[in-house]
């Protein structure tokens, strides 16, 4: 379903983001999608605390020659954001797999980076034939016991979810820590910031961060850990690992992981980026991201 919400947005985000706006509706709860261009099919899978505004350029570049879908997850973006909602791995991935569905997506090429590694790939770990290659960007979509302090800090019971959603403590530093070469220009902090503006806009990130799975006991660690055992069965001749080598939070044994579970898996490195890969080393990435999906059609 289209919809103009481009026309209610500011104009300095409407600059950067020129998309029209597109809804599924999920049990009462609209879930925003981009639509753009046409061609073979890419679908690009965000994480936390981003939106589909971190594939604006991806979006652009690829757009005149491919059909190119960027969701964003229940509670980020623009889509709705309910309280009452169940925010976990699973609920994110039964939300893309209906995407998916509602979009008729036979076949497709998938990009993922940050919580969109586990979302996106635990969508298709059971309809892999639908998968022409995969992109995948710094994130983990394997066990890692490894967490950052500073998230730990985000995830104390009481604690964080004041920093988090009442101070803004995970959103607002991740737009100076996620990336290295170069601080954000004034408009595109303002647009990863602008859909989590108040405290009922954090609800997802909050739940995201709580929803680490680096622990057996955690709820979340069977699926997760069923994602990882299908990561063998993709087709590796098929799969770019895009990654920024100065990630504060995925940092390079992340990287040697991915590489050891899909070790023909080609590797495009840039040592100095960060974890916004797209932002730090977009003049690079985009180009090879185009290559390699001209390679594999």
Request: aromatic share 10%; glycine share 6%.
């Amino acid at each position: 379903m289209a919809d103009r919400t481009i026309r209610t947005l500011p104009a300095f985000l409407r600059a950067q983001y020129p998309f029209e706006s597109r809804f599924l509706d999920l049990d009462g709860h609209r879930l925003h999608y981009v639509d753009e261009g046409s061609g073979p099919a890419v679908l690009m899978v965000h994480g936390n605390p981003t939106w589909s505004f971190f594939y604006r350029d991806l979006i652009r570049e690829l757009s005149a020659t491919h059909r190119c879908i960027a969701v964003d997850h229940l509670g980020c973006g623009l889509s709705d954001k309910p309280a009452d909602h169940t925010y976990n791995l699973a609920s994110h991935i039964k939300s893309l797999q209906r995407l998916i569905t509602s979009l008729n997506l036979e076949s497709f090429d998938l990009v993922v980076h940050d919580w969109g590694g586990p979302i996106g790939l635990g969508a298709v770990m059971e309809e892999l034939h639908r998968v022409n290659s995969v992109v995948i960007m710094n994130t983990a979509a394997f066990r890692s016991p490894w967490v950052p302090l500073r998230i730990r800090l985000c995830r104390a019971p009481m604690i964080g979810t004041l920093l988090v959603r009442g101070l803004n403590g995970f959103c607002g530093p991740a737009i100076h820590m996620a990336v290295n070469r170069r601080p954000l220009s004034y408009d595109a902090r303002r647009g990863f910031l602008f859909p989590y503006r108040s405290w009922a806009d954090r609800v997802a990130i909050r739940a995201f961060i709580e929803d680490i799975p680096d622990r057996e006991r955690h709820p979340s660690h069977p699926l997760l850990t069923r994602i990882e055992e299908s990561l063998t069965d993709l087709n590796q001749s098929k799969v770019l690992l895009a990654w920024g080598g100065a990630d504060f939070c995925f940092h390079h044994g992340f990287l040697a992981q991915w590489q050891e579970i899909l070790p023909d898996a080609r590797t495009f490195l840039v040592p100095d980026a960060g974890h916004y890969l797209l932002e730090d080393a977009g003049a690079e990435i985009i180009p090879e991201i185009k290559s390699f999906l001209r390679q594999t059609q």
